[in-house]
């Protein structure tokens, strides 16, 4: 019986998949702290920061673009959030409702972020929706978050070797 309260109160006490509640502060347009825990929301995938966007013969940061939309329209409100998972990162992977609406939800849906269908095809109808009448991303030029990562990690120089074979004695009087 006492084994059995114990893990009880262990599992219950597990802060990675608790479900963080609280004041919402974001990241970029698919990351949010919700009471101080960072939050990747469930089911979306933003432009990274830097990433470019093109319209009209002008370019911007799509990342910093769609950032700003989404902290003008959540910055300070109360999130309930339901965890999913853990991600690589250690990021809580959550959907979250701010009064009663899905943020990933409504972020497709106003076209400043896509399904991430490789997790889940939640949101796929809020994106062809955003598609067809050209909102957000769907009215410029950018490629896919997923593209660009997979880009950039193509130019990223190769880490550096562990196993260096230059080698050298150092003697005891320093020569």
Same mark, same amino acid.
């Given at each position: ?13 597990? &802060?990675?998949?608790? @479900? &963080? ?49 989404? %902290? ?7 999130? %309930?959030?339901? @965890?999913?998972?853990?991600? %690589? ?19 497709? %849906?106003?076209?400043? =972020? ?16 955003? @598609? ?6 769907? =009215? ?11 880009? =950039?990690?193509?130019? @990223? &120089?190769? &880490? ?16």
């Amino acid at each position: 019986m006492l084994r059995s309260l114990f893990l009880l109160v262990m599992i219950l006490a597990t &802060p990675a998949m608790a @479900a &963080p509640n609280g004041t919402v502060r974001v990241i970029d347009a698919d990351t949010i702290d919700v009471g101080g825990t960072r939050v990747r929301l469930y089911g979306i995938d933003a432009p990274e920061m830097g990433q470019p966007c093109a319209a009209d013969g002008r370019e911007w940061d799509c990342g910093a673009w769609t950032r700003d939309v989404v %902290r003008n329209r959540y910055e300070g409100t109360y999130a %309930r959030c339901e @965890a999913q998972d853990v991600d %690589r990162y250690g990021r809580v992977v959550a959907i979250c409702l701010v009064d009663g609406q899905n943020m990933g939800r409504m972020i497709v %849906r106003s076209g400043l =972020a896509w399904a991430f269908r490789r997790f889940s095809d939640s949101y796929d109808l809020e994106e062809k929706a955003a @598609a067809i009448e050209e909102r957000g991303l769907w =009215a410029v030029d950018v490629q896919l978050p997923s593209d660009y990562r997979a880009a =950039a990690q193509q130019l @990223a &120089p190769p &880490p550096a070797s562990q196993s260096c074979q230059i080698k050298g004695n150092i003697s005891g009087n320093g020569r």
